[in-house]
């Protein structure tokens, strides 16, 4: 049977220990807390200190960064990137290839559509359309 971990070298020279998850084979820093619920598809990255709610579901090639938190039923599309201490609040969706800056807050259930960036440290609510109401 073959390893259930890998090592990769960051940008600093530092290795990484990468676990995959039992739910989808998606790679799990060491140091991250992930429920057993939660669906982390192979190609997903989620790094150091990271957590992720029961019933989340991270996509192929999305990455969450170190301190950054996905709510339960969250939902993190393909190539999206949550940026160091973001927040995504309870059953929000997060849309294929967006940008979620760092410390950014997405409120429960909010859904935020396909190419779109999030500036760091913004605090978003959607209606159920996905459009921004003003905060």
Not at 79 to 107: F, L, P
Request: aromatic letters at 4%; a neutral charge; hydrophobic letters at 40%.
């Amino acid at each position: 049977m073959g390893k259930n971990y890998i090592d990769i070298e960051d940008d600093q020279g530092a290795t990484l220990r990468y676990r995959k998850h039992a739910n989808g084979r998606g790679l799990v820093a060491h140091g991250a807390k992930v429920h057993p619920k939660a669906l982390i598809e192979s190609g997903a990255y989620i790094e150091p200190r990271a957590r992720v709610g029961a019933g989340a579901h991270v996509s192929r090639g999305a990455w969450i960064e170190p301190d950054a938190v996905i709510g339960e039923n969250a939902y993190i599309d393909a190539h999206a990137h949550v940026g160091q201490g973001a927040v995504i609040g309870d059953g929000a969706h997060i849309g294929v290839r967006t940008e979620v800056g760092a410390g950014a807050r997405i409120a429960r259930g909010a859904r935020i559509g396909d190419d779109e960036t999030v500036a760091a440290g913004l605090m978003v609510a959607t209606d159920q359309k996905g459009l921004w109401l003003a905060a």
